[in-house]
């Protein structure tokens, strides 16, 4: 079964930086793209960041944009984001993902993602 485990969130204040890491576990194919997304009370599920397996390929919200970067150790399975500047309304619980197939590009398409963490949750204070 397929796992993602996330680390790295926690309580900034507004102008902080943090690193939120990824480790999946049960994968049995490479190639996959890979992605964060985040979700505040009463909001909708949005896209953050994404990269393809080789990371050739990146995508970021507008929002985001040149504050966020995503990163991969594929050898490790792993994925992070760091997080820099970040501001109030970063806050949220974020999510890493994977899709279920292959993808030569960055995938922005929250249905597209098979597979989920259980979430971390980053406070922006002011």
């Known amino acids: 079964q397929v796992q993602l485990v996330e680390s790295g969130g926690g309580l900034v204040q507004a102008g902080g930086s943090l690193r939120l890491s990824c480790a999946a576990s049960?994968?049995?194919?490479?190639?996959?793209?890979k992605g964060w997304f985040r979700q505040a009370p009463g909001k909708e599920r949005e896209f953050v960041a994404g990269a393809s397996w080789g990371g050739g390929s990146t995508a970021y919200a507008d929002f985001v944009k040149g504050r966020f970067t995503i990163s991969s150790d594929n050898p490790k399975n792993t994925v992070y984001l760091h997080m820099n500047s970040l501001k109030p309304e970063d806050t949220a619980v974020y999510y890493c993902?994977?899709?279920?197939?292959?993808?030569?590009?960055?995938?922005?398409?929250?249905?597209?993602?098979?597979?989920w963490g259980q979430g971390t949750q980053v406070t922006v204070s002011s």
């Open positions: 993902a994977v899709t279920r197939y292959s993808s030569s590009r960055a995938v922005r398409e929250r249905s597209d993602y098979a597979y």
């Open positions: 049960g994968l049995t194919f490479t190639g996959y793209a």
